[in-house]
């Protein structure tokens, strides 16, 4: 869907009331949101001004990431939260470091940070299995599924995953969820060295 579709419906604004705001006739609008014309160039910031998102938005294809980030816009608009204290977090990803996350007071612009991260881990998983076209590693895929389904609060699964991560380096070695889980690492690497892996 066109930015300027999703954010005419998030937003309840009819083309007819946009066209009157722009001072433009309503085929115009009509043809932005079909994707039939590009918006013109003068109108973005009047856009960007209107509705409080970012000009970027308005002519592209949105995809969910791009939809979520475009409500959270609007939540923020709505609501004016205030960032109750900032929260470090590793991320993984092209920066691999930590992170200032912001904490809320309102429970919505949380719920929506949540739902982005979530949406992204969701994109990257696709890209993961997409990398190759046969991708030989499905039933490995199939098993993380499972686990994440059935196991995914016992603390077992957390430790190796994280010892996993240290072993390959993903993670650095300072990152560490519990004190402990440096002598579980130590044990699993040992399996892992006996076996040649």
């Given at each position: 869907?066109?930015?300027?579709?999703?954010?005419l419906?998030?937003?309840?604004?009819?083309?007819?009331?946009?066209?009157?705001?722009?001072?433009?006739?309503k085929?115009?609008?009509?043809?932005?949101v079909k994707g039939?014309?590009?918006?013109?160039?003068?109108?973005?910031?009047?856009?960007?001004?209107?509705?409080?998102?970012?000009?970027?938005y308005?002519?592209?294809e949105l995809?969910?990431?791009?939809?979520l980030?475009?409500q959270k816009?609007?939540?923020?608009?709505e609501?004016?939260?205030?960032?109750?204290?900032?929260?470090?977090?590793?991320?993984?990803?092209e920066?691999?470091d930590?992170v200032?996350?912001?904490?809320?007071?309102?429970?919505?612009?949380?719920?929506?940070?949540?739902?982005?991260?979530k949406?992204?881990?969701?994109s990257?998983?696709?890209?993961?299995?997409?990398?190759v076209?046969?991708?030989?590693?499905?039933?490995?895929?199939?098993?993380?599924?499972?686990?994440?389904?059935?196991?995914q609060?016992?603390?077992?699964?957390?430790?190796t995953?994280?010892a996993?991560?240290?072993?390959?380096?993903v993670l650095?070695?300072w990152?560490s969820?519990?004190p402990?889980?440096?002598?579980?690492e130590g044990?699993?690497f040992?399996?892992?060295?006996?076996?040649?892996?």
């Amino acid at each position: 869907m066109i930015g300027l579709e999703y954010i005419l419906n998030l937003f309840n604004l009819q083309h007819i009331e946009l066209a009157e705001k722009l001072g433009i006739k309503k085929q115009n609008i009509n043809m932005w949101v079909k994707g039939r014309q590009n918006i013109p160039k003068k109108y973005l910031p009047i856009l960007e001004e209107l509705f409080g998102i970012d000009q970027s938005y308005f002519g592209r294809e949105l995809t969910e990431i791009d939809q979520l980030e475009i409500q959270k816009e609007k939540l923020k608009r709505e609501l004016k939260p205030v960032i109750k204290r900032q929260e470090q977090q590793f991320s993984l990803g092209e920066m691999n470091d930590l992170v200032e996350v912001p904490i809320y007071d309102k429970e919505e612009m949380n719920a929506i940070e949540r739902d982005i991260e979530k949406a992204k881990l969701v994109s990257r998983f696709k890209a993961a299995m997409d990398i190759v076209d046969n991708n030989p590693y499905l039933e490995t895929y199939k098993l993380i599924v499972e686990l994440l389904e059935k196991v995914q609060h016992e603390s077992v699964l957390h430790k190796t995953i994280e010892a996993l991560a240290h072993y390959y380096e993903v993670l650095p070695d300072w990152v560490s969820s519990e004190p402990e889980q440096e002598g579980f690492e130590g044990e699993i690497f040992e399996v892992f060295d006996d076996h040649n892996y």
